[in-house]
């Protein structure tokens, strides 16, 4: 039967492309839409459409696996009531990702606890959605296996890699320091990103602590020198949301967390008086 054997081709062919959510739902979508009269340009439409939408999932999945976050939290997640420090449309005005575009950088500073990491992660994600590379690393394990590249004679070749990514977030920065080695890698790749590509950096250090973070002043002040160039910093002065329940529960009594004065840099800063101050 002729009919039986385009059928079957069809479906062959369909599979050999690759059109698998189009296969799938032909036969299904075939009865109904002849049962409801429809024309061949809106089955076709349609069939092609759902194509589109499935693969268009399939790699936003793919790309939310590669980033590598530690935890998938949502800027719309946040209760920035919480943090009344933190200006809400400021965190709501880089979703529309225009910092990605521009290759410039963001820097959250504050004390442990008060969603430096979430909100990295949730502008991370808006990214992924709207199609970007990203990729998530502490900045500690990123700088091991840039040390560990550059042993191999392989420094070029992972730098190259990480260039791919349109947003790179470098957690903790400051939680443990770099040796001149480390400092020195991390300067290679703050070098092949500058101006090329965004990154985010969160860290519980002020920018005039980050010459401890690389013992080398001349170092740090280069290496910060790149990043501020084209950054927004965000100061988050306030109390750790891990305490929140627990305080709730009555178990703990916190002093005030340490609030972080940042150093006078050539960045752009987004500032409310006292609250997002300007490096
Ligand atoms: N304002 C907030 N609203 C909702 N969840 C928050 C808020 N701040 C922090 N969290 C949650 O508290 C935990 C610690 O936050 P995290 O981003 O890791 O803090 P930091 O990186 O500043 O140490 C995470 O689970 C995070 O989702
Ligand atoms: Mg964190």
Redesign the pocket.
């Given at each position: 039967m002729v009919s039986e054997f385009l059928y079957e081709r069809l479906h062959h062919n369909l599979r050999l492309l690759k059109l698998t959510t189009f296969e799938s739902i032909l036969d299904n979508h075939l009865e109904i839409a002849i049962k409801e009269g429809r024309s061949f340009m809106e089955i076709l439409d349609y069939l092609v459409d759902q194509e589109i939408q499935s693969k268009e999932a399939r790699s936003q999945a793919l790309r939310m696996r590669i980033a590598c976050f530690p935890f998938e939290k949502q800027i719309d997640d946040f209760d920035f009531k919480y943090q009344p420090s933190l200006d809400k449309t400021v965190i709501k005005d880089m979703t529309s990702l225009r910092f990605v575009r521009n290759a410039e950088n963001v820097v959250f500073l504050g004390p442990p606890g008060v969603g430096?990491?979430h909100l990295a992660i949730g502008l991370g994600i808006e990214a992924i959605k709207a199609g970007f590379k990203v990729y998530f690393a502490n900045a500690s394990s990123l700088v091991e296996k840039l040390e560990m590249a550059d042993n191999e004679n392989k420094l070029d070749e992972k730098l190259r890699n990480l260039s791919k990514f349109h947003l790179l977030i470098i957690?903790?920065m400051g939680y443990l320091p770099f040796n001149d080695y480390g400092a020195h890698c991390f300067f290679q790749l703050v070098s092949r990103r500058y101006e090329k590509a965004a990154t985010i950096f969160?860290s519980n250090k002020s920018f005039g602590e980050w010459g401890d973070i690389f013992k080398d002043h001349v170092i740090a002040s280069a290496i910060l020198d790149r990043i501020l160039h084209h950054c927004v910093t965000v100061n988050i002065k306030g109390d750790s949301y891990r305490l929140k329940e627990r305080r709730r529960q009555g178990v703990v009594q916190i002093a005030s967390p340490c609030v972080i004065q940042p150093e006078p840099q050539n960045g752009k800063v987004l500032s409310r008086p006292g609250e997002i101050s300007l490096p």
């Open positions: 430096k990491t957690d903790e969160t």
